[in-house]
């Protein structure tokens, strides 16, 4: 059973940076796109980046030139550094393999996300 980790997360003001980082067990992982998704309160979690494992990205408009998808085949590691931070970017981040973007199928349970508020 694959298992995601995810850190990175924390208060930060906004127009601040955090970087992410997603643990991925299992040998597999190399060959998944993967993604970064977040849900804040009260809302439906969403797609806002994901990379292929060949290194093409692709961002939500929402994120799109602020926030940066990487990757490590060697460490089973996603990353998603963030900068220029907002407040509407508050919201628990999680890593998954997206499935079915329409529909939100992923190929593994979630993690247990990591939070990240921006706030003065």
């Known amino acids: 059973q694959v298992q995601l980790v995810e850190s990175g997360g924390g208060l930060v003001q906004p127009g601040g940076s955090l970087r992410l980082s997603c643990a991925v067990s299992?040998?597999?992982?190399?060959?998944?796109?993967m993604g970064w998704y977040r849900q804040a309160p009260g809302k439906q979690r969403e797609l806002v980046a994901k990379?292929?494992?060949?290194?093409?990205?692709n961002y939500a408009d929402s994120v799109k030139g602020r926030f940066t998808i990487s990757r490590d085949n060697a460490k089973n590691t996603v990353y998603l550094q963030m900068n220029s931070l907002k407040p509407e970017d508050t919201a628990v981040y999680y890593c998954?393999?997206?499935?079915?973007?329409?529909?939100?199928?992923?190929?593994?349970?979630w993690g247990q996300g990591t939070q990240v508020t921006v706030s003065s």
């Open positions: 990379i292929t494992s060949g290194g093409s990205t």
């Open positions: 998954n393999a997206p499935r079915n973007i329409a529909t939100m199928a992923v190929a593994w349970s």
């Open positions: 299992g040998r597999i992982f190399n060959i998944y796109t």
